[in-house]
C-alpha cells in the first residue's frame, strides 16, 4: 500500500549514509515527519533478535532498506567476507521482521552490479540471474540478488508490498572520500583536489580509464526513493509486475571523461597517469530507465552540476 498519510510512520535504515541521510532530507522536505531513526550503535542489524525486538515495538508503516555495507573495487576485494555477511545478514533481519509486523511498503535497495557482466546495455530489469558476474564484485552482488529474490519471494507468498531499486553508481555530499574504499567519482575528485592545492603534476587513476559508469547524484535517488514510495501498488505492479525498477540517468559516461570534468570543475591542469595493476572491473554499466520514465520520473541534475554540489560539499567540510 503507497505513502499518502503525511504522519504515517518510516523507518529508513541506514539514514546517516550518502543515500539515507539524503531520504531524511527529502522526506522531510515533503513533509514526513514520523520518522524512525537508529545509528548502527543503537541497533545493529546484523543482529537478529535486536532488529526483532525493534519492529515489534515501533511498527512502522513503510521501511527503506538503505543500510548496507558499500565501497569501491579495492573494498569488494580486501573485505569479500564483510560485503557478503554483512549485507545478507542486514537484508534477511529487515526483510523477515518487517514481513511478521506488517509493513505496508518496503523499499529495497538494490544495486546494478547485479546483473551479468556481458548482459546488453543498457540493463533492462528482466536481465536479473541471465549470466555469470562480474568478479570483482560478486559478493556483493550475490548478496543484493538474494536480497531482490528475497523481496520477490515475500510478495509471492505473503504478498508484501516490497519494491527493489537498483540504483547505479551514486555520488554526493557526505559520500566516502577515503583512496581505499571508495568509489571512483569521490575518490578522483578528492585526488584532482590535492593535485591543485599540493601543486602535483598528475593524478594516478586505477585501471585503463576505458570502463564506462553511469553516476546518479544522491540526493536524485533519494527523490526517486520517495517517488516510489507514494506510487499507487496497481500502477507499480502494472509497470514492474517483478517488483524491479532501474533507478539512472540513462547515460553513461567513461572513467576518462569523468576526469576530464573533474578536472574542469576542480580547475587544475595535472595529467592522467593509468594505473593498470589496479582493476578495471564491469566494461559497461548503464541502465534501461524506461519502468522509471513510465512511472514519471526522471533524474533532474545533470552529471557536471551534481559533481559541482558534491565538490562544494567536499570542500567545506573535508578539504
Ligand atoms: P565499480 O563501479 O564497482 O567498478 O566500482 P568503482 O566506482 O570503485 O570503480 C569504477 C571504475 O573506476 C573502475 O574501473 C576503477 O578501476 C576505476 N577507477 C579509476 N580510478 C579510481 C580510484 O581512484 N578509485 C576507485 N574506486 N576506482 C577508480
Not at 10 to 20: E, K, M, N, P, S
Not at 224 to 248: I, S, T, Y
Amino acid at each position: 500500500m503507497h505513502l499518502e498519510n503525511a504522519n504515517a510512520k518510516i523507518y529508513v535504515a541506514g539514514h546517516r549514509g550518502l543515500l539515507g541521510s539524503a531520504i531524511v532530507r527529502q522526506l522531510r522536505c515533503a513533509g514526513f515527519q514520523n520518522l524512525i531513526l537508529r545509528t548502527s550503535k543503537d541497533l545493529d542489524l546484523r543482529d537478529q533478535s535486536a532488529t526483532d525486538i525493534f519492529f515489534e515495538a515501533e511498527r512502522p508503516d513503510f521501511v527503506v532498506l538503505a543500510a548496507a555495507r558499500v565501497g569501491g573495487i579495492l573494498a569488494n576485494d580486501q573485505y569479500p567476507a564483510d560485503f557478503i555477511c554483512d549485507n545478507l545478514s542486514i537484508q534477511n533481519n529487515v526483510l523477515q521482521a518487517a514481513t511478521r509486523v506488517h509493513v505496508r511498503r518496503l523499499v529495497f535497495l538494490g544495486s546494478t552490479c547485479i546483473y551479468p557482466r556481458e548482459a546488453p546495455q543498457p540493463l533492462k530489469e528482466s536481465y536479473l540471474l541471465s549470466g555469470p558476474l562480474e568478479e570483482t564484485n560478486r559478493w556483493y552482488a550475490v548478496a543484493k540478488i538474494a536480497g531482490v529474490t528475497q523481496c520477490q519471494a515475500l510478495r509471492r507468498q505473503h504478498r508484501c508490498d516490497f519494491v527493489s531499486l537498483m540504483a547505479t553508481n551514486l555520488y554526493g555530499p557526505g559520500d566516502n572520500f577515503d583512496l581505499q574504499t571508495s568509489h571512483v567519482l569521490p575518490a578522483l575528485l578528492r585526488k584532482f583536489h590535492e593535485a591543485r592545492v599540493l601543486e602535483q603534476p598528475e593524478v594516478i587513476v586505477w585501471g585503463s580509464g576505458k570502463p564506462r559508469r553511469e553516476f546518479l547524484f544522491s540526493e536524485d535517488m533519494a527523490e526517486a526513493c520517495v517517488f516510489v514510495l507514494q506510487v499507487p501498488e496497481e500502477e507499480l505492479h502494472r509497470v514492474a509486475p517483478d517488483g524491479l525498477l532501474n533507478v539512472g540517468t540513462g547515460q553513461d559516461v567513461s572513467i576518462n571523461e569523468l576526469c576530464g570534468m573533474l578536472r574542469d570543475i576542480v580547475d587544475t591542469r595535472c595529467a592522467l597517469v593509468h594505473d593498470r595493476s589496479k582493476p578495471d572491473g564491469t566494461p559497461q554499466k548503464l541502465v534501461d530507465v524506461t519502468r522509471m520514465q513510465t512511472l514519471g520520473w526522471t533524474a533532474p541534475t545533470p552529471l557536471p552540476l551534481g559533481i559541482e554540489k558534491t565538490y562544494a560539499w567536499y570542500q567545506k567540510h573535508c578539504a
